[in-house]
């Protein structure tokens, strides 16, 4: 007694193959419901078992066709699929006239018995095939084109996430050879700073010296201060992996930035946080450095001061294009502010390291930023349209893990 497999993907084929001739069936195999069809008319078959999406003529064409002609009363149609896997899937392939829906993949075991149920029935025991033929043949191309719509839309999601997840891989190298660089000149520059530094303090102990030549030594001081403030940017952009984690509150370590940064600014902030939030796995000496740059961009931005919201909650990212992420839930850190906001055509350069717009800018705020929340398995974006609206809002996303979720 034969069996009709049906599936464009070889290997899947082979897999149903193998389970159906461990039951004593002969299994013949067909790429799509074309060469399917070409089959059923050539040798008698017990039973077919089909895939959905297929080049040619998919599943749904096919069995349509099959509860059409009266050859094939007999035969057992059984829908199996890893792609068509919504409910309303499986109520448009019963109302077609299938005998089962199966979803991919099953415990093989599992997938041997129903196969057996179904085949041990004389009847099929429902009379879908009686409602198909029933049904006006527009309303059911209407279902068939609203379920291959639905499949194309998600299909088309999935290749946009992925398009998009390329991108960011891109971006995210590009920052991290940079930083290694940065690292690497930090580094040796700092060293040549402490030597700078150390001689000056030397020399300033000398007390004949004209004032004129002290007041040269206290700028190379401040000058070289400067220099090693800029470098242990550099150093905080380029930290390499070794980020020493902890399972930590986000809030306070938040709030202290606000204090710091905003103290004595004319900016007032606002902060919001949801109940109960869940802990997260922070390096908090990094995390401050986030929260410092993003304050003091938000507080840079609006000259004469302004208010700046900060929010944290619990959020979901499930089938959301937006951010290239995994899905799960995250802690996400929005900050507001009423600033200039950041012009379209600058949207895609401001996590350049080097990048800034600012006369006195060094540009590494926002690159140390992504590179720490990187870091964190977080993501980091903003949304800004001076356009339209003022002010510019950063989010930042930090993984839940399983164990802080209550
Ligand atoms: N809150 C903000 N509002 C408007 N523009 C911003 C904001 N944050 C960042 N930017 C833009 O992004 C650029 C890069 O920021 P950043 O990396 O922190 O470097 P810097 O602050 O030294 O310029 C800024 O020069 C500015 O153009
Ligand atoms: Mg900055």
Not at 208 to 225: F, G, H, N, P, Y
Not at 319 to 324: A, T
């Amino acid at each position: 007694m034969k069996i009709l497999i049906i599936d464009d993907k070889k290997e899947n084929n082979y897999l149903v193959e193998r389970m159906i001739t461990k039951l004593g069936y002969e299994a013949i195999l067909a790429e799509n419901g074309v060469e399917a069809l070409e089959l059923l008319f050539k040798f008698d078959f017990i039973m077919v078992i089909s895939d959905i999406l297929m080049p040619e003529m998919d599943g749904f064409q096919l069995c349509k066709i099959v509860r059409c002609l009266k050859k094939f009363d007999g035969l057992k149609f059984v829908f199996y699929t890893a792609t068509y896997t919504e409910k309303e899937d499986e109520e448009f392939a019963m109302e077609l006239g299938a005998d089962k829906f199966l979803r991919k993949p099953m415990d093989p075991q599992l997938f041997l018995q129903e196969i057996q149920k179904l085949l041990q029935k004389e009847q099929a025991d429902h009379d879908y095939r009686k409602n198909y033929i029933k049904k006006p043949e527009k309303e059911i191309f209407k279902l068939y084109n609203e379920r291959l719509i639905n499949k194309l839309e998600k299909k088309t999601r999935e290749l946009e996430k992925f398009k998009q997840m390329d991108g960011e891989r891109l971006r995210a190298q590009k920052i991290e050879s940079l930083a290694l660089i940065a690292g690497g000149i930090a580094h040796d520059f700092n060293n040549l700073l402490v030597g700078i530094l150390g001689n000056t303090n030397i020399i300033q102990t000398d007390k004949s010296l004209s004032i004129e030549v002290q007041d040269s030594l206290k700028d190379i001081e401040k000058a070289t201060l400067r220099a090693s403030e800029l470098t242990e940017q550099l150093l905080a952009f380029s930290k390499d992996g070794n980020i020493i984690k902890e399972t930590k509150d986000i809030t306070p370590i938040i709030e202290e930035s606000i204090s710091l940064v905003l103290r004595g600014s004319k900016s007032k902030c606002i902060i919001n946080t949801q109940k109960n939030l869940p802990k997260v796995e922070v390096d908090s000496g990094q995390m401050t450095q986030v929260f410092n740059n993003l304050l003091i961009n938000a507080n840079q931005s609006m000259e004469n001061g302004g208010e700046i919201h900060v929010s944290i909650e619990v959020v979901h990212i499930s089938d959301d294009l937006e951010f290239p992420l995994p899905y799960g839930p995250y802690v996400q850190i929005s900050i507001k502010d009423q600033g200039v906001g950041v012009p379209q055509n600058v949207h895609q350069h401001i996590f350049e390291p080097y990048f800034t717009t600012k006369e006195k800018g060094n540009g590494l705020g926002l690159a140390t930023c992504y590179t720490i929340i990187k870091r964190h398995g977080g993501y980091i974006s903003f949304k800004s349209n001076p356009k339209t609206e003022p002010g510019t809002t950063f989010q930042i996303f930090l993984p839940i893990f399983e164990q802080n979720y209550e």
